[in-house]
Each structure stands twice: as structure tokens, then as C-alpha cells.
């Protein structure tokens, strides 16, 4: 193969993925467009970046790097991650909580860039949303994932937990309310669209679930209520 094909190849298109963990296609990005890390996971070309490291991560083979929770002055948590997170990719959003006890924190995948629960967590691992024309809540990854309600069992059950999944949602739909993520299903009827509910796993992870009840009344126990919001500043902050 000439040189100049052998350039071409090795070099990732405009908007193109171009590293992460477990990635092995090409790391270069064309002439005036530079690599900016999304999440660990996912690195892409965006048009007058400078390359950017990865977030922190806690995940096998990567480096940890704290992150403050703020204290002593009683002034608002802040983020000391390197970096914070990707810098946000326009048309999309970050999703936050806005309440305590889960103020700032941010929607993403339990294992990050996987097909796992989905948690509240840090601003450094903050992921990047959309909600497409057909009601999809997807998290914008290559592979993209798609959020997914469990089916509700019976009419005693009041929480429907929220995982992600490399196949699109069958059933419900996911909106905006002005900066309110919504989820509806014609089969359900739910007092309030935009009621969620966070409650953490036995390792502690904050899981969603969408709240089938009142907003802040009859709260499961270990659960708190929550709304959720689009973000839109150039990266997640605490």
C-alpha cells in the first residue's frame, strides 16, 4: 500500500472515534481537529480541540484521581479531577440531579461505556446524552446505549429500575420538559412523568428507577426522590 493511502487510513474521520479503552483503530485526527476523551471509553475528534486525556476512572488498569467533596468552609462541592470531563460534544447534553442528596451528580453507566446499571456518579465520569426522535435515551458512546425501563411486574410494584443496553428500548419513551427528562408508557399511569427515584445498590452505587408513585410521598425506604436535568456547559462540574 503507498505511504500517503497507508497516512490516510490510519488517520479517524471528522467526529470519528479516535481512542479509549480497549480501542485499537486510529488515534490521529485530521489536520486542525483534535482527540477530546467523552469518558474512558470513548475519545473523538472534535474541530479546533487540543488533545485531551481521559477522565478519571477507578476502573482496572487505569489511574484513579481523587475528587474533592469540598468541606471545611462549607462552600459547594467542587471537582479536582484532572481534566473534569469530556468536553461537552454540541447537540448534546450531560444529566444531573439538582437535589440533595445527589446534587450534581451525573447520569452514566455503573461499569462506565458499558451495558450496566445506570447511576448517578461523579463529574468526571459525567457521560454524554441525547433523546432521539423516537423517544430513545441514548448515551453517546461508540456502540451507542440505549436506556432501558424494566417491564413492571405487577401493580404493586411502585420502581422500575433504569440499565442500559446496546439495543434500543421496545417500550416507553423518554422527553424533555424544558431541561426535565420525562418517561412515559401508555400501558403505566404515573402521577407525575418527570419522578425519579436513587437508590443505592449494597456496594453503594446510586441506581436509577423510575418512581411509579407520588413525587416525595411513600419513598421507598433508602430511596430519594429526584428530578433529572439536561446540563449543558462545556463539561460537567460539581
Not at 443496553?165 to 403505566?188: K, L, Q, R, Y
Request: with cysteine.
Amino acid at each position: 500500500m503507498p505511504q500517503e493511502i497507508r497516512a490516510i487510513a490510519q488517520t479517524a474521520p471528522q467526529w470519528g472515534q479516535c481512542g479509549g479503552i480497549g480501542w485499537t483503530g486510529p488515534t490521529v485526527c485530521p489536520s486542525g481537529w483534535g482527540c477530546s476523551a467523552v469518558n474512558p471509553y470513548y475519545s473523538q475528534c472534535l474541530q479546533g480541540v487540543g488533545n485531551t486525556p481521559p477522565p478519571s476512572s477507578t476502573l482496572p488498569g487505569t489511574t484513579s484521581v481523587p475528587v474533592s467533596t469540598g468541606g471545611g468552609g462549607g462552600g459547594s462541592p467542587t471537582s479536582t479531577a484532572a481534566g473534569g470531563s469530556g468536553t461537552l460534544i454540541p447537540g448534546n447534553s450531560f444529566i444531573r440531579a439538582v437535589e440533595d442528596p445527589n446534587f450534581h451528580k451525573y447520569l452514566q453507566s455503573e461499569v462506565l461505556g458499558t451495558a450496566s446499571d445506570t447511576v448517578l456518579g461523579e463529574p468526571g465520569n459525567a457521560a454524554q446524552f441525547v433523546i432521539n426522535s423516537s423517544g430513545q435515551l441514548v448515551q453517546q458512546l461508540s456502540p451507542p446505549l440505549y436506556a432501558i425501563v424494566e417491564p413492571r411486574a405487577n401493580s404493586t410494584v411502585m420502581k422500575l429500575k433504569v440499565t442500559w443496553s446496546t439495543t434500543p428500548a421496545t417500550s416507553g419513551t423518554f422527553m424533555w420538559s424544558g431541561d426535565t427528562v420525562e418517561w412515559s408508557n401508555p400501558t403505566i399511569s404515573r402521577p407525575q412523568d418527570n419522578a425519579w427515584l436513587v437508590c443505592p445498590d449494597a456496594a453503594g452505587n446510586k441506581d436509577l428507577y423510575v418512581n411509579l408513585g407520588p413525587y416525595s410521598y411513600n419513598t421507598p425506604a433508602g430511596c430519594a426522590d429526584e428530578t433529572i436535568h439536561a446540563y449543558t456547559g462545556s463539561t460537567a462540574t460539581a
